[in-house]
């Protein structure tokens, strides 16, 4: 698989649900944190994943959206991002 995706990790369980769910609250905690490094060695940048998804970007900045939608979004935005590999 070249240049596969977080989600295409997921699917594969190589990356599983409770590491994403720790992408997504590490991001939460800090929308500047730029590295994750999920059990198998891949890599991302969720601020910056979040940031190249207009969807979440602005849900993101939007002080009257709610968490969980907020949190859906950068979940969204960490399952299109393409890890580096180990």
């Given at each position: 698989?070249?240049d596969?995706?977080?989600?295409?990790?997921?699917?594969?369980?190589?990356?599983?649900?409770?590491?994403?769910n720790?992408?997504?609250?590490?991001?939460?905690?800090?929308?500047?944190v730029?590295?994750?490094?999920f059990?198998?060695?891949?890599?991302?940048?969720p601020?910056a994943?979040?940031?190249?998804?207009?969807?979440?970007?602005?849900?993101?900045?939007?002080?009257?959206?709610?968490?969980?939608?907020?949190s859906?979004?950068?979940?969204?935005?960490i399952?299109?991002?393409?890890p580096?590999?180990?």
């Amino acid at each position: 698989m070249a240049d596969p995706t977080t989600g295409d990790l997921f699917k594969a369980k190589t990356i599983t649900d409770d590491e994403v769910n720790a992408a997504v609250d590490v991001f939460m905690r800090d929308a500047t944190v730029s590295l994750f490094r999920f059990a198998s060695g891949h890599t991302i940048n969720p601020a910056a994943a979040v940031k190249d998804h207009e969807p979440a970007r602005k849900a993101v900045g939007n002080p009257e959206a709610g968490d969980k939608y907020r949190s859906s979004m950068v979940r969204t935005a960490i399952l299109l991002a393409r890890p580096t590999v180990p």
